[in-house]
């Protein structure tokens, strides 16, 4: 068990341009969930997984920004048409399902938007 | 709908001194609590958890915390601060056997002073 993994870590684009965010969670965990956090904020739902399903998705979620998970296993965040205050850090998290467990979650990928 | 509240966003305490972090909670559910440590650019790690089995939890690095349901409290404790509790803290509920969604607080800047 390695944990979640995120990549990139830091990632600096310019306004307009195209991103992509990989999360490989915990191998055995059947959800994954993704949020957003900004300065001096909590951490945000955006959506999450349960396999390959994507059961909710925020408000959060604009029309710029889609996930998917082939398969049940990684998932992909890309944001279309990156606007500055899409700066953020995006956490990937993932979790056993009904066990009351908890997250576990990845290191964080840093977005700066210029 | 569910929230919480971590009123304030920063604290400070001497080394060796009670560390006290409170946190109220909403919520129509029967919920789980969660209490996460985040270090500067790092993604969440998990304290502690009520799972609505005892209702004084213990967790990781010395910290407990007590759910209390007629004050709608989970305040997160630790009898003696060390150098290494400085990080930001954020208390978290979910609902049970739903999407288990997490909602944050805003958190808890701890400074801990030699």
């Known amino acids: 068990d390695t944990g979640v993994s995120q990549d990139p870590r830091h990632k600096i684009t310019k306004r307009g341009q195209n991103v992509t965010f990989r999360c490989d969670p915990i191998?055995?965990?059947?959800?994954l969930y993704w949020y957003r956090q900004t300065l001096g904020q909590g951490p945000e739902f955006l959506t999450y997984?349960?396999?390959?399903?994507?059961?909710?998705k925020s408000r959060l979620l604009s029309d710029r920004f889609s996930a998917e998970r082939p398969k049940g296993s990684f998932s992909t965040l890309e944001i279309q048409r990156t606007e500055q205050g899409d700066s953020a850090m995006y956490l990937c998290?993932?979790?056993?399902?009904?066990?009351?467990?908890?997250?576990?979650f990845g290191s964080g990928t840093r977005l700066t938007v210029v | 709908a569910q929230s919480v509240t971590q009123l304030g966003s920063h604290v400070s305490v001497s080394e060796g001194a009670l560390v006290l972090l409170r946190c109220n909670y909403s919520?129509?559910?029967?919920?789980?609590l969660f209490w996460y440590v985040q270090y500067p650019n790092q993604g969440l790690q998990l304290l502690l958890k009520?799972?609505?089995?005892?209702?004084l939890v213990k967790g990781i690095n010395g910290f407990e915390a007590e759910f209390k349901k007629s004050e709608t409290s989970f305040h997160l404790t630790k009898p003696s601060a060390h150098m290494s509790d400085a990080a930001e803290y954020f208390c978290a509920v979910s609902d049970q056997g739903g999407s288990e969604k997490l909602v944050f607080g805003k958190g808890m800047k701890l400074t801990v002073n030699p």
């Open positions: 009520y799972t609505s089995a005892a209702t």
């Open positions: 919520s129509s559910v029967p919920p789980y």
């Open positions: 191998s055995e965990h059947n959800r």
């Open positions: 998290a993932s979790s056993l399902a009904g066990t009351g467990h908890g997250y576990t």
């Open positions: 997984f349960q396999n390959e399903a994507q059961l909710e």
